[in-house]
């Protein structure tokens, strides 16, 4: 069943038939217990088709047989076997995304690429603290111009601190 979900065949193949059949007694169902027409019908929809698409895939006349046959206790428990086989298959963790990371940052091929790397790494594994500073925002009638001509004393006043501010503090 593998093969037939990863590719985007119109129609299942005889592979793909038989290992759809090895798997039915893992579903709880017997050799004879769906159509063939109701195993494409399921290999098709596992493929990624839609309901509609896969039931004229598989030969059905119109979609309410199709959705009739969805709805069938045995088509619906053959779906969901696959469907929990496929959500096994996917077991993505934090361990296998830091793998992904070591490896991007082993390949990686300048410095920004190796910083932004870690700062991932930093945040899968929660190490990072947000920056609680508090931000202050002033609003003042000057340009960006005017505001490189003054000197840091006038600076200062604008940012509500004194000359002082700029001097270290001694330990004394």
Do not use: C
Request: avoid cysteine; charge should be negative; charged fraction near 25%.
């Amino acid at each position: 069943m593998t093969k037939l979900a990863e590719s985007n065949e119109q129609q299942p193949s005889t592979e793909d038939v038989v290992e759809f059949q090895s798997h039915m007694p893992y579903m709880g169902l017997s050799l004879g217990d769906l159509t063939v027409q109701q195993e494409k019908l399921v290999m098709l929809v596992l493929s990624g088709m839609s309901i509609a698409a896969a039931g004229r895939g598989a030969g059905y006349s119109n979609t309410n047989a199709v959705y009739d046959a969805i709805k069938r206790p045995k088509v619906a428990q053959a779906l969901e076997y696959f469907r929990e086989q496929m959500r096994e298959d996917v077991n993505f963790t934090v361990a296998n995304a830091h793998i992904m990371y070591m490896d991007a940052y082993q390949s990686a091929s300048n410095a920004t690429e190796m910083k932004n790397t870690v700062d991932s790494l930093v945040k899968l594994h929660g190490l990072g603290t947000p920056d609680t500073a508090a931000q202050v925002n002033i609003s003042i009638d000057t340009t960006p111009k005017q505001l490189e001509r003054m000197s840091d004393e006038e600076l200062l006043k604008i940012a509500g601190k004194d000359a002082a501010y700029l001097e270290p503090a001694s330990d004394d």
